[in-house]
């Protein structure tokens, strides 16, 4: 029966990584494909956001300000977000936590023309702050991959 669940629990894990299609980036950084183009999921992402009630600091678009200095860069935009509910908790573990605060996401268009979603792990910055069991982190976990999810959907 434990060979049972032992297997059970790794073709689980198998599944998860078919479905959840994440690509290979920097340490503690989560990237999830698009099916849409940069612009879309970045409109999508900043949509669900303010749906959620959370402030937008900032959308900074990378390609917009490599253009006004005669350059050239594929798609790239970065959202700046949060709120004091999600990031304060995250805070009183370390303050130091703060520097990676607000929350921050990129969408980006890579060389074979694939659109990723990306965003900070945060258990990568609890260990980074050294608060790896810092109560916050799962609920700001799962927010951001709701998030991510809800930008990337299809079939709405």
């Not at 999830?32 to 900074?60: C, I, N, W």
């Not at 929350?103 to 790896?132: C, I, M, P, T």
């Not at 916050?136 to 991959?145: G, I, Q, S, T």
Request: aromatic share 6%.
């Amino acid at each position: 029966m434990k060979i049972l669940l032992t297997l059970a629990a790794v073709l689980m894990s198998a599944l998860v990584f078919v479905f959840v299609p994440v690509a290979s980036a920097a340490e503690g950084l989560v990237a999830v494909k698009s099916p849409y183009s940069a612009k879309v999921t970045m409109d999508r992402l900043e949509a669900a956001v303010r749906q959620r009630g959370l402030t937008v600091f900032a959308r900074v678009d990378h390609a917009a300000g490599a253009a006004r200095v005669g350059k050239s860069l594929r798609p790239t935009e970065v959202l700046v977000f949060g709120n004091p509910k999600g990031g304060t908790p995250f805070m009183e573990c370390a303050q130091t936590v703060g520097i990676d605060l607000p929350l921050k996401a990129l969408v980006w268009e890579d060389a074979s023309a694939q659109v990723w979603l990306g965003y900070n792990d945060s258990a990568f910055l609890a260990r980074r702050h050294e608060v790896a069991a810092c109560p916050a982190v799962e609920p700001l976990r799962k927010a951001l991959e709701g998030l991510a999810e809800t930008a990337v959907a299809t079939g709405e």
